[in-house]
């Protein structure tokens, strides 16, 4: 798989200096977990849409039931925090959890790029397409 997908959730400034990371979110230093909540191998599939920034794009990924377990638990248990979205090997999204995600939906709202798009055509099916891309 090309694509890199990965969500992380926001810890204490205090943990294990080598299990997180900073990164500005919202104007503020904060604090992340360098192990996922949910990554590539958790994605069933994607729907690109034009950002609201403009010149870019957001992208909403279902996923797997598993995955969606997960999430739903995370964000009921984690509100107040914020989530950030890695595309790719790169800071491009960033969420205030303000209530549980129980629809099996994530969503990067901004930053994702046409060539971002284009790998994850590459490696997932768009969300209601028939069948599973064939690996190249």
């Known amino acids: 798989m090309k694509a890199t997908i990965s969500f992380h959730i926001e810890t204490d400034a205090n943990d294990n200096p080598k299990m997180i990371f ?8 904060r604090y992340f977990r360098r192990i996922p909540e949910v990554s590539t191998k ?13 010149g870019d794009y957001g992208i909403v990924f279902k996923l797997k039931g598993h995955a969606a377990k997960r999430l739903s638990a995370i964000t009921s ?4 925090k914020w989530l950030i979205a890695q595309l790719n090997g790169r800071v491009v999204d960033g969420v205030y959890i303000d209530k549980q995600i129980d629809d099996g939906n994530i969503v990067i709202w901004k930053g994702a790029t046409i060539a971002d798009v284009n790998i994850l055509d590459e490696d997932l099916p768009r969300i ?3 069948g599973k891309k064939k690996k190249k």
């Open 22 to 29: 900073p990164q500005l979110a919202n104007g503020q230093q």
């Open 128 to 130: 209601g397409a028939a």
């Open 77 to 80: 248990a984690n509100q107040g």
């Open 42 to 54: 958790d994605i069933e599939s994607f729907s690109p849409f034009p950002s609201e920034v403009g």
